[in-house]
């Protein structure tokens, strides 16, 4: 059980009649209480704060205590640092070894060149399957001489439910459907395998219909597979939000019937919050992306998240290079340029509207591995919420013998 060690909570919420703090150039402290003082600072007389949400905690896992905290139990969207729970919660549950698998299977038998039988495409949510793989499934059938099918073609979508959109999604966020099959990230997996079909001159039924792979009575022809690496770099580097759904999808199918819904996924996610010591039912998981609206967190739960990531290195040798990087790439590529966080920072950014988070792990001028969880939320401006956060990341990192600018 992962729990905070409260004898390190040493900031505390300033005294509101006490805003006339001494300006930061005239004081040098030692780590951290300078971190702390000008924190205290920065949040103090942000001018966004007197009218927006804010749970912030920074925890010093090398001394295994938190140096601050502001808000930490504030409920509030986590936008797309959710992407870190389904991350997290797949590969503790999936492994760093799972692979994304669409796979094509056939009944009956192959001769004169005709497949006396039933074809069948399984879906497994793999948001990369792309013309490469598609013509891999073709070049088998041509292997086996098939020039045309007298059976059925059949989709198999048993890898989730029927909806086509999160819980808690607007009708205007324009997402891609959440479907088991998926071409280029697009539901036209099969309409562009009856055009590869047609291409190669392959006969074939006019039509397909969805029923699920009899797993006794046909064989696997052929099966293309993705690993996880694959899914996490474009999820968490980009924020690619059919990818961390593809990813959640996943936790459901594992040990449940068909068509599992996103309750059973969420399920998992709340069954590592219930081990790592929290509680569940002080949260709410409605979807894999945190595109939902439905999705509320606080920093304690996310920097406990972290830190249990931290302590396996199984997950964290997985998770840590797929996070974006401050001032290098995916979407802290453009933040914190020539400060000393840049190249420093890994963390998950998290847009929604009114709604701006930042989240991940951060080095300190000491040695000290941070991880951190900033959570904004009724902000006016994406990029004031945004240069708060910079400026916080920046006050982490830097030498503690620096005077503030």
């Known amino acids: 059980m992962l729990l905070f060690c409260q004898s390190g909570l040493s900031a505390q919420e300033p005294d509101e009649y006490s805003l006339e703090i001494a300006p930061e150039e ?145 009708w205007d966020d324009d997402e891609r459907l959440l479907r088991p099959l998926l071409y280029n990230g697009k539901d036209i997996f099969m309409k562009r395998f009856y055009e590869r079909l047609d291409d190669s001159g392959i006969l074939h039924p006019q ?7 009899p797993m006794d009575s046909v064989r696997q022809l052929s099966v293309r597979v993705h690993t996880v690496d694959q899914i996490l770099m474009p999820l968490l580097k980009n924020s690619n939000n059919l990818y961390a759904e593809a990813l959640f999808y996943q936790l459901g199918v594992k040990d449940g019937p068909p068509y599992p819904s996103a309750r059973v996924s969420a399920g998992k996610v709340e069954q590592l919050l219930r081990s790592i010591g929290l509680k569940p039912d002080d949260y709410n998981v409605a979807d894999g992306s945190g595109l939902s609206l439905y999705n509320y967190v606080t920093a304690e739960e996310i920097v406990t998240l972290l830190r249990y990531a931290y302590s396996k290195e199984e997950i964290f040798e997985h998770l840590f290079p797929a996070l974006p990087i401050a001032g290098e790439d995916g979407t802290l590529e453009r933040r914190m340029w020539q400060t000393s966080a840049e190249g420093n920072v890994h963390a998950k950014t998290g847009t929604l509207r009114s709604v701006s988070t930042l989240a991940g792990y951060a080095t300190a001028a000491n040695g000290h591995q941070l991880c951190f969880c900033i959570l904004n939320q009724g902000i006016r401006t994406h990029a004031t919420a945004r240069a708060f956060q910079d400026r916080l990341c920046e006050i982490m990192t830097r030498p503690y013998s620096q005077p503030m600018e």
């Open 207 to 213: 039509t397909y219909t969805e029923k699920i792979v």
């Open 26 to 170: 005239s004081v040098v402290l030692p780590w951290p209480q300078n971190m702390q003082h000008a924190l205290d600072q920065a949040i103090a007389f942000d001018e966004m704060l007197t009218y927006s949400q804010l749970g912030f905690l920074v925890y010093d896992i090398t001394a295994d205590s938190i140096v601050y905290d502001r808000g930490r139990l504030q409920l509030l969207r986590p936008a797309s640092v959710q992407k870190l729970l389904t991350t997290v919660t797949a590969l503790t549950e999936l492994g760093g070894s799972f692979q994304f698998q669409t796979r094509m299977y056939a009944s009956g038998e192959v001769s004169d060149s005709v497949l006396h039988g039933d074809l069948y495409m399984k879906g497994g949510f793999d948001p990369t399957f792309d013309a490469y793989d598609m013509e891999a499934f073709i070049d088998t059938l041509a292997l086996m001489g098939i020039k045309e099918i007298d059976g059925q073609v059949y989709s198999d979508m048993s890898l989730k439910d029927t909806l086509k959109w999160g819980e808690g999604w607007c």
